[in-house]
């Protein structure tokens, strides 16, 4: 194994990704805690209330190619968060990284925003994070790192 792939998969954490299309495919569990998940929404926002205290997050893959050195694309994960204001928190992250477990406890000064949104969690004024298709307020390592 060369120094430069050492570098690029242990430190860097990069790998080769083909670009092929990958479906991904509900479990019967999954789809019926996603119908139950929205059902719970539709009763919380019926009244328009709450609207204000969603914290919405999400991930998006970018592929980096260089066709002059003839190499596959290496991935790398974007991740942000907003609210109805606007951006809260972005972050670029190495593949492998993404998961939100792992992520949380690596940025080490959220930026001011976020840090509103974690007070206003604290002192008890009911943020909603939603991370794509995840429930994040259900895993306790995610509830230990926002409190």
């Known amino acids: 194994m060369s120094q430069v792939y050492q570098i690029f998969r242990e430190y860097l954490a990069v790998r080769k990704f083909c670009t092929r299309w990958i479906p991904h495919n509900f479990t019967e569990t999954q789809k019926f805690r996603g119908n139950d998940w929205c059902h719970e929404m539709i009763q919380i926002f019926a009244g328009g209330d709450a609207n204000y205290d969603i914290v919405r997050g999400d991930e998006s893959l970018i592929y980096c190619y260089d066709p002059k050195a003839k190499r596959q694309s290496a991935e790398w994960v974007f991740f942000f968060e907003w ?35 974690q007070l206003e969690l604290i002192n008890g004024k009911g943020v909603i994070f939603h991370h794509d298709d995840a429930s994040p307020h259900t895993s306790l390592t995610t509830q230990q790192i926002w409190r």
């Open 83 to 117: 609210d109805w204001k606007g951006i809260i928190r972005y972050e670029l992250l190495r593949w492998g990284n993404h998961q939100l477990e792992t992520l949380l406890p690596t940025t080490d000064e959220p930026q001011a925003r976020s840090r509103e949104k």
